[in-house]
């Protein structure tokens, strides 16, 4: 005998349509199954290996599509998944989807019965409002054809999104703690040597910068350096004034040469 299946929408804010109610949704929209597999294994008194599930989608009393499958995750059955953003599992198919991505515009019934070993434990219904177009599920199928290699490629870029984020936010940190000088040396055949005292500790920095290239120097914010310069062939008891600096001279670009 069948229990009333409920359904988890997966949207913006996603939505529990409990058991016994019509779930409703429109294209794009991921669902999983709050379903009762694990108290029919359960009852079964059969390993999990020996059960075989199926789920099947009818329209007006006809079969419009249906899956069957073995699973090790009786957590996450899905109806309609998105290999890019879920683990894959027995239920992941493209079978509902097409029935969905061909659908005309206006809303389509479905009831969905969940089987294992051809014994029905679980029936809800559903309701499709289409646009017609239904161009994200659309998009969605082809990902079917390689999972492994879909979410592989998302899972690089949400690495390069969480990266990006990374640096973005120590940016942010490095502009609320330090303000930057720049300095040029426009010679063309001699390196030059910046000296920074923080002018409260007196303690001294020296940086390097070869011909014509520019060195930018991160200094604490609140803080006032000296600057001064000296030649390869000089020493720092040698060294001429560039500028005194502070935040407010934040990218401030200064030439030495």
Not at 47 to 75: P, R, V
Not at 114 to 123: P, R
Request: charged share 25%; aromatic share 10%; hydrophobic share 30%.
């Amino acid at each position: 005998m069948s229990t009333p299946l409920g359904f988890m929408i997966w949207r913006d804010e996603d939505d529990f349509c409990p058991p016994g109610e019509t779930a409703s949704f429109y294209d794009g929209q991921c669902i999983s199954l709050l379903h009762k597999a694990k108290k029919f294994v359960e009852e079964s008194g059969k390993e999990l290996s020996e059960i075989e599930f199926k789920m099947q989608l009818e329209q007006n009393g006809q079969i419009k599509a249906e899956h069957s499958f073995k699973t090790e995750d009786l957590n996450s059955f899905w109806l309609i998944a998105d290999p890019a953003e879920s683990d894959e599992n027995g239920t992941f198919t493209a079978v509902f989807l097409s029935e969905f991505a061909n659908s005309p515009a206006g809303e389509h019934n479905y009831t969905l019965k969940v089987f294992a070993n051809e014994e029905l434990f679980n029936k809800g219904d559903l309701l499709y409002n289409s646009d017609g177009t239904n161009a994200i599920f659309k998009e969605l199928i082809p990902k079917f054809n390689d999972i492994s290699g879909t979410r592989d490629q998302a899972n690089k870029a949400h690495q390069s999104e969480y990266a990006q984020q990374q640096a973005d936010e120590a940016r942010a940190q490095d502009a609320a703690r330090d303000y930057k000088i720049h300095i040029e040396n426009t010679d063309t055949g001699h390196t030059k040597y910046i000296l920074s005292t923080h002018q409260q500790t007196l303690s001294e920095t020296i940086y390097e910068v070869t011909p014509r290239n520019t060195i930018t120097l991160d200094l604490f914010r609140g803080s006032e350096f000296e600057l001064r310069y000296y030649d390869q062939d000089s020493s720092k008891d040698n060294a001429l004034l560039i500028a005194m600096v502070d935040e407010a001279c934040h990218d401030n670009k200064y030439s030495v040469s």
